[in-house]
């Protein structure tokens, strides 16, 4: 009989009297941000985030290349809805991106993903997206297990149970990824914004006021999937709304680590020797851990605060 998924009892801790009588009055002090803080160390080094980590980076690397290929031939129907000039936009982009990350180690699979921006061979994409998502759901199993641990959850589903969870996250995230990456290239609409910034005398300002709000638009997507992978992979379902304060820690940490990774990048691509050695496909491991670890602390915060309401809920 499968077990009920709980909260282990051994990681509460005693409710504060003070926020028990105030909690619904005031904001939580600096004295609280400090508990918290100190939690979060603690789980950290109980819960041995770095490997959960390692290993969502190395079943995430496994997934990559399937993905990469199912988001390419998702990105190649784009001439039908966008026009060929702006689906060759949007191609030019990512081929640039992985001929920087991968440069002559997957040259293959390059060439792969090229073609399926060319060719248009009917029952591709879905081929295509059936390949990547099977290949996909090992990586998410990993993630939901991750994440059931970072919120002290005693696993109750079993692993056929799993699967389904997991192909419709790697479907989510590839659905997300495609959509990101037209809207920040092509711009709003699938570049349909701007033709009617255009027509009404205001296209200047349009591509003005998108530059500026291109990167606000990733980071809301960012805190919005992740809120949506906290909320579905774990078996424990809160409301919505508790699982905010993690996603937005996690996608800024997201981002904080694709900068660097975009930086490592150029200074790889101006030949520096020193830099260079590692690769670009040890690289883009080492992001994968890095997304791997803000994936799973975000988890830990929101466990922290789900934990901490409880116990205040329960002393008033």
Known sequence: MPVRPRLR???LQPPDPLNATVGRLVRPDLRGAGAVLKALAREWREDRVTGLAAEVAFFSMLALFPTLLATAAALGSLGNLVGGELAAKAQTTVLTALDRVFTDDASEVLEAVQGLFTERRPGLLTLGTLGALFAAS???VGVIRALDEAYDLEERRTWFAIIPSAVV???GSVLVAVVMLA?????PLLGGGQEVADAIGLG???AFFWELLRAPFAFVVLVLWATTLYRLAPDHHTAWRRHLPGA???STLWLLVSLGFRLYLRVAANGNEIFGVLGGT???LVWLYALGVGLIVGGELNSILIRRREARDAAV
Do not use: E, K, Q, S
């Not at 809207?183 to 711009?187: C, D, I, Y």
């Open 282 to 284: 040890l690289t883009l």
């Open 183 to 187: 809207t920040l290239v092509l711009g």
């Open 138 to 140: 090992r990586g998410f």
């Open 248 to 250: 937005v820690l996690a």
């Open 169 to 171: 996250l790697a479907l």
């Open 9 to 11: 009892a051994a990681r």
């Open 204 to 206: 200047d300002a349009f």
